[in-house]
């Protein structure tokens, strides 16, 4: 069996970065330490931070007055900054720069009177955070069937969830053309995003089928296994080496790995160590 890894995979600088505020956090203060949501969306990540004592809630009632809280990487709505900062709570950001760079770019876009189309998934927290910083004046659009049924505007602007599909924005953004007057389109996928979609493609022209490590919660691991299915490739999305199983392989094959955004290295390289305890 040949193994071939993607070139761009694994944690990427906002992840990092929000997981090393987290740990941080952790190390300064181990008592009355609270996590507002999943920091990052893989399963792995979250039971290291509850098993260090960490306590998980989405409900921000549920956490003590003058307690620490850690903030999602997805960003956190001004609505519930505000609450955070009522109950006198000490709030660790650990908001993705690139998601603080998309809020920056509604609230633009808001205060200048553009009708705002979003290409996202309407119940991500990073989206929804987003409609809250523009106080829900805004359109979220999944497909060019939801952009076709936008009325005539005078002004448009259309930005994206940083994890979404980079070559169906740009389908999107095409569809929305004819659909104001005025159109202003922020391509807000991040780099990481792009980088890893890219490499992917390549990938999948190289091998017999690709393993995609990472949560099944997360929408940029998602995104890279539907973009290997959509290339004809043989994609299983597993979270763990516990979910291969030896029957989707053959020794003579080529296995293209790839891992999410927020997959940690540790967790890609026990399957592939499981791999190679089966074939080598």
């Known amino acids: 069996m040949k193994i071939i890894l993607s070139k761009k995979m694994g944690f990427c600088f906002g992840v990092k970065k929000s997981v090393n505020l987290a740990e941080n956090a952790l190390k300064a203060e181990k008592n009355n330490l609270y996590?507002?949501?999943?920091?990052?969306?893989?399963?792995?990540?979250?039971?290291?931070?509850?098993?260090?004592?960490?306590?998980?809630?989405?409900?921000?009632?549920?956490?003590?007055?003058?307690?620490?809280?850690?903030?999602?990487?997805?960003?956190?709505?001004p609505t519930m900054l505000k609450r955070a900062y009522q109950k006198r709570l000490s709030v660790i950001d650990t908001t993705c720069p690139y998601v603080r760079k998309v809020q920056k770019i509604a609230r633009y876009l808001y205060?200048?009177?553009?009708?705002?189309?979003?290409?996202?998934?309407?119940?991500?927290?990073?989206?929804?955070?987003?409609?809250?910083?523009?106080q829900n004046n805004a359109l979220v659009i999944n497909s060019i069937l939801d952009a076709e049924k936008i009325t005539k505007k005078k002004?448009?602007?259309?930005?994206?969830?940083?994890?979404?599909?980079?070559?169906d924005f740009y389908k999107l953004s095409s569809a929305l053309l004819d659909?104001?007057?005025?159109?202003?389109?922020?391509?807000?996928?991040?780099?990481?995003?792009?980088?890893?979609?890219?490499?992917?493609?390549?990938?999948?022209?190289?091998?017999?089928?690709?393993?995609?490590?990472?949560?099944?919660?997360?929408?940029?691991?998602?995104?890279?296994?539907?973009?290997?299915?959509?290339?004809?490739?043989?994609?299983?999305?597993?979270?763990?080496?516990?979910?291969?199983?030896?029957?989707?392989?053959?020794?003579?094959?080529?296995?293209?790995?790839?891992?999410?955004a927020s997959t940690p290295d540790w967790v890609t390289n026990e399957v592939i160590d499981k791999l190679k305890e089966w074939y080598d």
């Not at 290291?48 to 903030?71: A, C, H, M, R």
């Not at 002004?155 to 070559?167: L, P």
Request: with cysteine.
């Open 35 to 77: 996590m507002l949501g999943s920091i990052i969306n893989n399963p792995q990540v979250i039971e290291y931070f509850i098993k260090e004592g960490v306590k998980i809630t989405d409900n921000l009632d549920e956490i003590p007055e003058e307690s620490t809280v850690i903030t999602r990487a997805h960003g956190i709505s």
């Open 155 to 167: 002004k448009i602007g259309f930005i994206s969830q940083t994890t979404k599909n980079i070559y």
């Open 179 to 260: 659909k104001a007057e005025e159109l202003r389109i922020f391509n807000t996928i991040c780099n990481s995003t792009t980088e890893r979609q890219k490499s992917v493609l390549e990938l999948a022209k190289e091998v017999d089928m690709i393993l995609v490590i990472g949560g099944k919660e997360s929408a940029n691991t998602t995104r890279l296994a539907e973009i290997c299915r959509n290339q004809g490739v043989k994609t299983y999305h597993i979270e763990n080496k516990n979910q291969l199983k030896s029957k989707w392989f053959h020794p003579e094959d080529k296995v293209g790995i790839t891992s999410g």
């Open 111 to 134: 205060e200048k009177d553009y009708f705002i189309v979003v290409y996202g998934d309407k119940k991500h927290p990073e989206v929804l955070s987003l409609l809250d910083t523009v």
